[in-house]
């Protein structure tokens, strides 16, 4: 999926200015690295160590990264957070860089090799100790989610956020209406009995350049800002729902990595067509909310064929989940 610059531009003379009041001759002048959604990176050397500066507008989404840095294990790569803060009206925060190359940008051999790291490191956000946090949903940086329930917190995804506005009257305006997105959680309030209570760390956002990879598998993963407490099968429907808007990845090698390390790590999980069509049909909807809000009509009109296909497939049938599961 394609994504877009930050809602408002950073200044020009800002990053520069910041890294002088900050560190003046200690640190490089800041060069631009990839900019998401919500934050735009920076490389520098600090120190005579290599580092990423982000800037953005939420500051909750590097706290979370670094409360996510503070418990993962050996496992799960996530690059230290080492200062943070404001600056004019801006969140700021300075990493260790981690090198590798973009799970994005890999072509279909290089991603078919990775698959089995990336996999094995969602198995291990899954074994991070959630003592201390409650809830379930999108979780806020003193380790809360808002909802008390798996279901209740996909379900949610049918109101509107302070991030993610206007959505329901913009798709009135354009004609497209709310059938779709009420026909989607419709489909996705009857196959909430099979899933699970699990309440386990999930990233939620494992594109968008959020992964790097080198030759011997993952080296990091990035920007948490996303990141959920619920099923871990939610990632795995993740790389399901956005593996096809990559030309050069075949959906087969997806497919026989997710059964071959679901086979390797234990039982087939339970419902696990279910599950995953619920998690599909939640992300469907999501990406139609956002794209909505942001006006990407084209990628609307894709995401509304999304929805309507998976909801009226049966319970788990779906050609995005993979065949023999």
């Known amino acids: 999926m394609p994504t877009p610059p930050l ?49 953005g507008a939420h500051g909750e989404d590097f706290a979370k990264d670094e409360a996510v840095a503070r418990l993962a294990g050996p496992g799960l790569p996530v690059p230290p957070v080492l200062a943070r803060g404001e600056a004019e009206g801006w969140a700021y925060a300075v990493s260790g860089r981690v ?3 973009a799970l994005d940008d890999l072509s279909g051999e290089a991603v078919a090799r990775t698959l089995p790291s990336l996999l094995r490191a969602l198995d291990a956000a899954a074994r991070v100790d959630l003592a201390g946090t409650s809830g379930y949903g999108i979780w806020t940086p003193d380790g809360r989610a808002p909802h008390a329930s798996w ?28 059938g779709p997105v009420e026909a989607g959680l419709s489909a996705l309030a009857a196959l909430t009995p ?17 992964v790097l990879a080198g030759e011997a598998g993952i080296t990091g993963v990035l920007d948490w800002g996303n990141a ?24 087969g090698d997806l497919h026989a990595a997710l059964l071959t390390h679901w086979r ?62």
């Open 228 to 251: 959920l407490y619920g099923d871990p099968l939610y990632d795995a429907a993740w790389l399901l729902h956005w593996w096809p808007w990559y030309p050069g990845w075949r959906p």
């Open 151 to 178: 279901p209740e917190a996909l379900l949610a995804i049918g109101t509107e956020t302070p991030r993610v506005p206007g959505w329901r009257a913009a798709l009135v305006d354009s004609g497209i209406g709310l």
């Open 264 to 325: 390797a790590t234990g039982p087939t999980p339970a419902h696990l067509r279910e599950r995953l069509h619920a998690y599909l049909l939640h992300i469907a909807l999501d990406a139609l909310a956002y794209c909505a809000s942001r006006g990407r009509w084209d990628e609307v009109g894709t995401h509304v064929g999304t929805v309507l296909t998976l909801a009226s497939a049966g319970g788990g049938e779906s050609v995005l989940i993979p065949a023999g599961s």
């Open 7 to 55: 809602p408002t531009p950073l200044p020009p003379s800002f990053t520069p200015r910041l890294v002088r009041t900050l560190y003046g001759d200690r640190a490089t002048q800041p060069r631009p690295l990839a900019s998401g959604a919500w934050s735009q990176a920076y490389a520098l050397t600090l120190d005579g160590a290599e580092v990423v500066l982000r800037v």
């Open 99 to 101: 090198r590798g190359t």
């Open 194 to 210: 099979c899933l699970p209570d699990a309440r386990r760390l999930i990233h939620g956002d494992l594109l968008s350049r959020n």
